[in-house]
Every structure is written in structure tokens, then in C-alpha cells.
């Protein structure tokens, strides 16, 4: 069974968003929702420097969230496409295409040959 490693899930509201993400830094997100008492991962993104502030713009747009602080805008990029591929792609994904990287940067993901 696929993971995603992150805390949650909270209700996407504003509110509890800047309860939860306490500092500035880069990391990953999930939106979904519950059912059956279960987390269902509807879309997986990241932020290379403000999480809180990302995780804002989704506000009404999904019903919960779940989070983890990234060590560098590197590893939110790489978590990111883990979960992209785990979690179904954008066969089972809101998510349209595979995460992009940031401008400027010549990362490669570990899961496919986007990038080669």
C-alpha cells in the first residue's frame, strides 16, 4: 500500500492551515477527502518556499489536506512526483500533468523519463 507521509487530514479552511504550518518553508500537500473513514488523495502538489501560502490558494476548492515540510525545494519536487506516480497519475489524479520543474533547475524524477 502506497503512503504519503504526511500529517493530516484537516479540514482545507484557512483557519486551520495557518494553525497547522507554523513556518515558512518548502513542502508537499494532498487534497481529497474522506470516505469510509479513509483519506482518498484527489490531488498531490508542493511548495518550493511557502507552504502555508500555496495550500491558501486551494481554500474551497477541495474539503481536506494533508502536509509535510520538505528539507529543500529539491525534495518537495522529488516527493511530489512520488506521489504523482503513486497515487494514480492523472488517470486517478486531478492533477493534469506531471509536477514541472522549477524554473532553472535540471532535476530529474526518479519514477519516470520525463525529464531525460
Not at 86 to 97: A, P, T
Request: a neutral charge.
Amino acid at each position: 500500500m502506497v503512503k504519503l507521509d504526511m500529517n493530516g487530514s484537516y479540514e482545507l479552511k484557512k483557519e486551520k492551515i495557518e494553525e497547522k504550518i507554523t513556518k515558512i518553508s518548502s513542502g508537499n500537500y494532498a487534497l481529497g477527502h474522506i470516505k469510509d473513514k479513509s483519506f482518498i488523495v484527489e490531488y498531490v502538489g508542493r511548495s518550493d518556499d511557502d507552504l502555508n501560502k500555496r495550500l491558501i490558494k486551494w481554500v474551497s476548492s477541495y474539503k481536506r489536506f494533508k502536509f509535510s515540510y520538505a528539507t529543500s525545494p529539491k525534495a518537495a519536487f522529488e516527493k511530489e512526483c512520488k506521489n504523482y506516480h503513486d497515487f494514480g497519475e492523472n488517470k486517478s489524479l486531478d492533477n493534469k500533468i506531471h509536477p514541472d520543474r522549477p524554473d532553472g533547475s535540471s532535476w530529474a524524477c526518479s519514477d519516470c523519463d520525463i525529464y531525460d
